[in-house]
């Protein structure tokens, strides 16, 4: 199993970002999906997710708006859209995957991308 994020980086305020996490090793259209993210000294939070077939999305208020999360079931792929970026979302961003496999509830991370939001 593997989750590998990409997109992260050093961004001014107002900018915007997208992060990818591709997904091998599981039926990625089986997993719900999400992006978590872990500031300095914090711990991590739930920032959105997805259900496994893409019709139901959440999102910690904080992002509300300005993020949105997607996925391609195609490409194994799934997507966090971040626009109008602040300080405050600096953070490391990780992507999780969470489903049944053998009737056991699995939970999957990625090694996670750096996010910097700095003028």
């Known amino acids: 199993v593997q989750l590998v994020e990409s997109g992260g980086g050093l961004v001014q305020p107002g900018g915007s970002l997208r992060l990818s996490c591709a997904a091998s090793g599981f039926t990625f259209s089986s997993y719900v999906m999400s992006w978590y993210r872990q500031a300095p000294g914090k711990e991590r939070e739930l920032v959105a997710a997805?259900?496994?077939?893409?019709?139901?999305?959440n999102y910690v208020d904080s992002v509300k708006v300005r993020f949105t999360i997607s996925r391609d079931s195609a490409k194994n792929t799934v997507y966090l859209q971040m626009n109008n970026l602040k300080p405050e979302d600096t953070a490391v961003y990780y992507c999780n995957a969470r489903g049944l496999r053998a009737g056991v509830l699995q939970y999957y991370w990625g090694q996670g991308t750096q996010v910097t939001v700095s003028s």
């Open positions: 997805i259900t496994s077939a893409g019709g139901s999305t």
